[in-house]
């Protein structure tokens, strides 16, 4: 059964497996970026557990571990708000990101559906999410839970869609 968990101390081997994973495939992993936060899964439960209540990097957000039963598939970071100066110009309420084995099978989609539920929770009306231009298969999950283009814009050197979902 998919569903989205609160990292735990005892998450720490599938979490481990999955980094390990995602390294493998990718240099500089990037989404979400407090996914890679640390230099222990100890210390990254403390960064997240700090972001929750009182961030000291940018805004409040909770990440949460996207899960098929015990395996990690992916996380997702939910931002309380954008009220920082630089997230009001390119920053996005909803980060995710699934292991390379999980890609190219509709997770995201599964994925970004019950991050919208936790949105809810944080009576956040409207949600501003973006994808890399030349990350297809983002934007169309994006567009696929209703996503409205707005424009584009660069992101980290990048070309990216900025769209928003109302909740």
Not at 72 to 89: M, V
Request: proline share 3%; net charge neutral; glycine share 6%.
């Amino acid at each position: 059964m998919l569903h989205l968990s609160f990292p735990n101390i005892s998450h720490k081997a599938e979490y481990l497996s999955m980094i390990a994973e995602w390294k493998a495939f990718e240099t500089t992993p990037t989404s979400p970026g407090r996914l890679f936060a640390g230099e222990s899964y100890e210390e990254f439960l403390s960064i997240i557990e700090q972001d929750v209540i009182n961030s000291l990097r940018w805004v409040n957000s909770t990440l949460y571990f996207f899960m098929e039963d015990e395996m990690i598939l992916g996380a997702i970071q939910i931002r309380h708000n954008l009220n920082h100066p630089h997230l009001r110009d390119w920053g996005w309420h909803i980060w995710y990101g699934l292991r390379p084995s999980a890609r190219g099978k509709w997770l995201a989609k599964e994925m970004l559906k019950l991050g919208l539920i936790e949105v809810r929770k944080l009576w956040i009306e409207k949600v501003m999410i973006g994808a890399n231009d030349d990350n297809q298969a983002s934007w169309k999950t994006i567009e696929s839970c209703g996503g409205i283009f707005e424009k584009f814009t660069l992101h980290e050197w990048k070309k990216s869609r900025i769209y928003w979902i109302t909740i």
